[in-house]
Antibody, heavy 118, light 107 residues
Framework: QVQLKESGPGLVAPSQSLSITCTVSGFSLTGYGVNWVRQPPGKGLEWLGM???????DYNSALKSRLSISKDNSKSQVFLKMNSLQTDDTARYYC????????????WGQGTSVTVSS | DIQMTQSPASLSASVGETVTITCRASENIYSYLLWYQQKQGKSPQLLVYNAKTLAEGVPSRFSGSGSGTQFSLKINSLQPEDFGSYYCQHHYGTPYTFGGGTKLEIK
C-alpha cells in the first residue's frame, strides 16, 4: 500500500539548515509528484513546494530562496532542505503524494516535528 | 500568488446539525479547489477535489460546491467523527496555497 514517512533532526539551532527525508513505498517517484507542507503548532497548513515525477520543482514564492527539493528515484526518497532557519520555522513538516489525475495530495506522511531553538 | 480566505475560522455545532464552510479565492480558479479534513494529532486527508467531487471513501453527507472565486463545503447531519479542522486549497497551478482553516468543534 502507499506509504510516506518523514525523518528529520527534531531540533535545529537558529541560522542553521534543515534536512528532512521522505521515504515512500507503494508507488514510483517517476510517476508521481511529492509535495512538502508544514504546520506550525496550533496553526494552519503552509505549502512549501513540490517535486514532480520528471524531477522539476516548484516552490512557495516567499520561501523560494531558502528551499531546495530533490529526490533519488532508485531509493524512493525525496529530500527537503531549508536554509537559515528561525524560530518561526518551528513546525510539523509533512510530505504528501500528488495524484496526477486531479492534482491533489491524496496520501500524506505522519509528519516530522522540527523545533528551532538554541 | 492566489490567496485563499476561509470562513468562519471556528464553528461550534451539535451532532446531527448541518454546517457550511466557505472559501474565497483572490482570483478566478475555475473549479480547481480542494478540501481537506484534519483531525487532532493526525495528518490531513483529502475530502473533495475539483470543487465538488468526493474523494474515495468520503461519506455522501459531505458536499462541495462553487466555481470561480466562491466555494463551500457542506456537511449534512454532523457525526462525531466529523469534528476537526477543514482546509481549502487551490490547485490551479503552483504555487499552491491553503486557506487559513476552519476548526469545527462540538457544541
Amino acid at each position: 500500500q502507499v506509504q510516506l514517512k518523514e525523518s528529520g533532526p527534531g531540533l535545529v539551532a537558529p541560522s542553521q539548515s534543515l534536512s528532512i527525508t521522505c521515504t515512500v513505498s507503494g508507488f514510483s517517484l517517476t510517476g508521481y509528484g511529492v509535495n512538502w507542507v508544514r504546520q506550525p503548532p496550533g496553526k494552519g497548513l503552509e505549502w512549501l513546494g513540490m517535486i514532480w515525477g520528471d524531477g522539476s520543482t516548484d516552490y512557495n514564492s516567499a520561501l523560494k530562496s531558502r528551499l531546495s527539493i530533490s529526490k533519488d528515484n532508485s531509493k524512493s526518497q525525496v529530500f527537503l532542505k531549508m536554509n537559515s532557519l528561525q524560530t518561526d520555522d518551528t513546525a510539523r513538516y509533512y510530505c504528501a503524494r500528488e495524484r496526477p489525475a486531479y492534482y491533489a495530495m491524496d496520501y500524506w506522511g505522519q509528519g516530522t516535528s522540527v523545533t528551532v531553538s538554541s | 500568488d492566489i490567496q485563499m480566505t476561509q470562513s468562519p475560522a471556528s464553528l461550534s455545532a451539535s451532532v446531527g446539525e448541518t454546517v457550511t464552510i466557505t472559501c474565497r479565492a483572490s482570483e478566478n480558479i475555475y473549479s480547481y479547489l480542494l478540501w481537506y479534513q484534519q483531525k487532532q494529532g493526525k495528518s490531513p486527508q483529502l475530502l473533495v477535489y475539483n470543487a465538488k467531487t468526493l474523494a474515495e471513501g468520503v461519506p455522501s453527507r459531505f458536499s462541495g460546491s462553487g466555481s470561480g472565486t466562491q466555494f463551500s463545503l457542506k456537511i449534512n447531519s454532523l457525526q462525531p467523527e466529523d469534528f476537526g479542522s477543514y482546509y481549502c486549497q487551490h490547485h490551479y497551478g503552483t504555487p499552491y496555497t491553503f486557506g487559513g482553516g476552519t476548526k469545527l468543534e462540538i457544541k
